[in-house]
């Protein structure tokens, strides 16, 4: 009886050590992503423009480990993680695309968490900032849009940071902040494809704020710098609608032949059906062609 007590009391005590562990565990890993997302980082913010400082990869690339059999096995064990890297990123990639948010959301954290050095931070940073963008969590959506501007600049995700960060303080109605970001985007960034559409969001900033005319440059710089954009359409028919519908810059004929080149130059626009109808209703009620 003695002994089943002592067995009974050793097995208990390993258990209980166990679940600390485990509990430390969880928490140190918790306590890296934090860390990496920049949660917990007391350090001042970047000014745009500037690269922040890799002090981890300076650290690893001055570390030259002996080339042994462990060394290889590592290299190999290395290897293996990469590509479980990959297949995690792939998954949570594919249930974003189908708008299962949370279980993607939970795949991309746990990545971030067991991979604190990832190849792909800067994807799935975006990718997690796109999460809270759409399930309407702006701050936390901004955070993640933020880290990629100041921690990945040279990104291919960085232009399209900006322009969410512009379009978040637009839906906030903080339009300096907007315009601010939008504006900074067209000088670090005028060359990505995105820049089409910081005109257009800006046009609409600058609608909101009444400032017609500025609205109209913004249009007019799209279809001047852009020519081959996919956003040449809207500008065409944003400009149409300005010109028709603001009395303070109203030009019917202006607005026509913006519309005509909605339905002139791009038949397979989803605006095309809606400029044919207002090219014949100002036709009609405006300038009386019959």
Not at 4 to 27: C, E, G, R, Y
Not at 157 to 171: E, S
Not at 260 to 288: G, H, M, T
């Amino acid at each position: 009886m003695r002994y089943a007590l002592i067995f009974f009391l050793l097995a208990a005590t390993n258990l209980s050590a166990q679940m600390t562990n485990q509990n430390v565990m969880k928490f140190l890993n918790f306590h890296i992503f934090l860390s990496e997302a920049g949660f917990l980082s007391e350090e001042k913010p970047l000014q745009a423009g500037k690269k922040k400082e890799e002090k981890v990869i300076k650290a690893t690339n001055a570390f030259k480990p002996i080339k042994t059999k462990k060394t290889n096995a590592a290299v190999k064990k290395r290897e293996v993680s990469l590509s479980e890297e990959d297949q995690l990123f792939q998954t949570a990639k594919g249930l974003f695309q189908e708008g299962n948010y949370r279980e993607s959301e939970d795949i991309f954290i746990d990545l971030l968490q067991r991979f604190p050095d990832t190849k792909l931070k800067f994807e799935t940073t975006y990718y997690l900032a796109e999460l809270k963008l759409n399930t309407g969590r702006l701050d936390e959506a901004m955070m993640y849009y933020s880290k990629i501007i100041q921690d990945y600049p040279d990104s291919d995700y960085a232009a399209p940071a900006y322009y969410r960060i512009g379009y978040i303080y637009f839906r906030n109605n903080d339009y300096t902040n907007s315009l601010k970001f939008l504006s900074l985007l067209g000088q670090k960034y005028g060359n990505k494809p995105v820049a089409p559409e910081s005109y257009l969001l800006k046009a609409k900033v600058y609608i909101a704020l009444r400032q017609y005319r500025n609205a109209i440059t913004a249009c007019e710089t799209i279809i001047k710098k852009y020519p081959n954009s996919n956003s040449m359409d809207d500008a065409y028919f944003s400009l149409a609608d300005l010109y028709q519908t603001e009395p303070e810059i109203r030009d019917m004929e202006k607005a026509r032949d913006n519309f005509q080149k909605v339905v002139d130059q791009y038949p397979d626009s989803p605006y095309c059906e809606q400029a044919r109808q207002k090219v014949r209703f100002i036709k009609e009620n405006f300038l009386e062609y019959k």
